[in-house]
């Protein structure tokens, strides 16, 4: 049987991330786990189309704390344990570091369903963690806009 003890949700401060926190929160539930909210604040790297790398900055992980935390127990607070993780880098490297920490035996992350030149440019963070991550990984798909 598979046991669901400790889960990785990685968000982006927007409407998808909170869609698979949602998913996040109800397996939680279901089995007890304790929830890690976890948010990169993205700074660019050397290797990078930026002039120069940028270092991480303590204002976006305060301002992103605050959100995070704000979102977390509005949501979560009283119904599953959880803990808020702030860190600053290149999402899916930063993703798969805290996966190494923690051994989380689900991810739960969202998708932004880009496609096209969109995807190669971009990349997907969804993709690499499912690629590289040691557990299974649950994706969520953004939610078509309803009129």
């Known amino acids: 049987m598979f046991e669901v003890s400790k889960i990785l949700c990685p968000v982006d401060l927007d409407d998808s991330s909170l869609a698979a926190l949602e998913y996040a929160l109800e397996i939680a539930e279901r089995n007890r786990a304790t929830l890690y909210l976890l948010h990169v604040a993205r700074t660019p790297?050397?290797?990078?189309?930026?002039?120069v790398a940028?270092?991480?900055h303590p204002h976006w992980e305060r301002a992103a704390r605050e959100w995070l935390e704000k979102a977390a127990g509005k949501r979560l607070d009283g119904r599953v344990s959880y803990q808020v993780l702030i860190r600053s880098g290149v999402p899916e490297t930063v993703i798969m570091e805290v996966a190494a920490e923690l051994e989380p035996d689900l991810i739960v992350m969202a998708t932004h369903g880009r496609t096209g030149l969109s995807h190669l440019i971009l990349g997907s963070v969804a993709e690499a963690v499912v690629r590289e991550a040691a557990c299974p990984v649950l994706t969520v798909k953004p939610r078509a806009n309803r009129l």
């Open 54 to 56: 940028i270092q991480p």
């Open 45 to 51: 790297a050397a290797d990078m189309d930026a002039p």
